[in-house]
């Protein structure tokens, strides 16, 4: 079992870019989740999918973030515009059905830096 | 956030000491939890050291326990005798019982003394 995936391990963007963070889940997960980690903030949630379906997307920023899961093996977290102040480790999670009570398995993480 | 208050660090204890991490979370914000514990070693990823699910249950992992309590709303995490490897960050998170994601504590950075 590799556990989850996330490529790259480490971007550097300049301001203004683009950046896209990449997830892959447990083999047989159909719960994805993301979560952003920074000093000051500390593990913030983003967003979830259930079944590829965006279930609750409470702590993504209105502007420039979005997430998808076009089909079970796989979620992108896209940034449009990045700003310095993006600048964390992004983390991915999954669990078997994504109810109550199951345990998130975690990927190593994104380090992302926006210059 | 505010809805997750764990011991603020880091906390320093000297091998074969005892510990506690406390951790307490508002009732107003996350019902009926199911409670984590998570913890991220030197160079590792996040993963789970124990978790419980019903109120008044105890869960246990590597010499570690935390007991579920309701009436307090907390979720301390306890070791009777501490090793070095047991230096880590260690994470509070609770789960509303209605929805699958982990709302995180702080953290709190553990050094342990030789």
């Known amino acids: 079992n590799a556990g989850v995936i996330q490529t790259p391990r480490h971007k550097v963007t300049g301001k203004g870019q683009e950046a896209t963070l990449w997830c892959e889940p447990i083999?047989?997960?159909?719960?994805v989740f993301w979560y952003r980690q920074t000093i000051v903030q500390g593990l913030e949630f983003l967003t979830y999918?259930?079944?590829?379906?965006?279930?609750?997307d409470s702590g993504m920023p209105k502007e420039r973030f979005s997430a998808q899961m076009p089909n079970q093996s796989h979620s992108t977290l896209k940034i449009q515009s990045t700003q310095p102040q993006d600048s964390a480790v992004y983390l991915c999670?999954?669990?078997?059905?994504?109810?109550?009570?199951?345990?998130?398995?975690f990927g190593s993480g994104t380090r992302l830096t926006v210059l | 956030g505010d809805s997750v208050t764990q011991t603020e660090g880091p906390v320093t204890v000297s091998e074969s000491e005892s510990l506690i991490i406390n951790c307490t979370y508002s009732?107003?914000?996350?019902?009926?939890?199911?409670l984590f514990w998570y913890v991220r070693y030197p160079g590792e990823g996040l993963q789970l050291l124990l978790k419980?699910?019903?109120?008044?249950q105890k869960g246990s992992s590597r010499g570690f326990e935390a007991t579920y309590n309701k009436e307090t709303t907390s979720f301390h995490l306890q070791k009777a005798s501490v090793q070095e490897s047991d230096s880590a960050v260690y994470y509070c998170?609770?789960?509303?019982?209605?929805?699958?994601?982990?709302?995180f504590g702080q953290g709190t950075k553990l050094s342990i003394k030789p």
């Open positions: 999670a999954s669990s078997l059905t994504g109810v109550s009570a199951e345990t998130l398995y």
């Open positions: 083999s047989g997960h159909s719960a």
């Open positions: 999918f259930r079944n590829q379906a965006p279930i609750d």
């Open positions: 009732a107003t914000s996350i019902a009926y939890p199911n």
């Open positions: 419980v699910i019903t109120a008044g």
């Open positions: 998170a609770p789960m509303n019982y209605n929805q699958g994601k982990l709302i």
